[in-house]
């Protein structure tokens, strides 16, 4: 974590406020999954958890990223800083999607990224 610049803090025990964005997004999960829907089995709910956090990550605007999705985010990071990345964010694009695909071929290092810029 050092080599990339993050400082590892730890939270005071039963102060879950300390952690903020993770309680957050924990309590986004939450309210998505187990308070919404019954499941019959734990696969089943991981199945949805993966389905929704694949929406999250591929589909969400959020203004924390100046309204663009996480993936949009991390592709945009990437044609600026490469080096800071071990995989290619274009290989994690789950399934084939022509419009998506040939709008990210042109997200490279050596191209900008198709998302606007903020």
Excluded at 39 to 62: I, K, M, T
Excluded at 94 to 115: D, M, Q, T, W, Y
């Amino acid at each position: 974590m050092q080599e990339n610049g993050i400082e590892h803090r730890r939270t005071k025990v039963k102060h879950p406020w300390t952690n903020g964005q993770v309680e957050r997004m924990n309590r986004t999960i939450k309210e998505a999954t187990v308070q919404r829907y019954h499941y019959d089995s734990h696969q089943q709910f991981e199945a949805h958890l993966a389905d929704f956090v694949s929406a999250y990550n591929f589909g969400r605007r959020l203004k924390t990223l100046r309204g663009l999705t996480p993936y949009e985010f991390i592709c945009k990071t990437w044609t600026k800083e490469p080096q800071r990345f071990r995989l290619d964010p274009l290989h994690q694009m789950p399934g084939l999607n022509k419009n998506a695909i040939s709008a990210h071929l042109s997200c490279s290092p050596a191209r900008r990224c198709p998302v606007k810029d903020g």
